[in-house]
């Protein structure tokens, strides 16, 4: 007798944030810091959401952090 295939189990919700969100679980007390990091390529990873928006995934962020050992 064959068995069932094993259910599916989808990937836990992703939480887009803002670089203010993104400062905070940081414990950045000024977000602009994202800002200049974006500039110079040293920061976590973000998207962008059209021309002007920038989002991040905020376990990228905390993983970056981890990395990091901040």
């Known amino acids: 007798m064959a068995t069932p295939p094993a259910p599916i189990t989808p990937p836990p ?3 887009i944030v803002d670089q203010t969100e993104a400062a905070a679980a940081l414990g950045l007390t000024n ?5 200049a990091w974006r ?13 002007r928006l920038v989002r991040y995934d905020l376990a990228e962020v905390m993983a970056w952090a981890a990395k990091r050992g901040a």
């Open 39 to 51: 500039v110079r390529r040293c920061g976590p990873p973000f998207m962008k959401v059209g021309k």
């Open 31 to 35: 977000p602009r810091t994202l800002a």
């Open 13 to 15: 919700p992703t939480r």
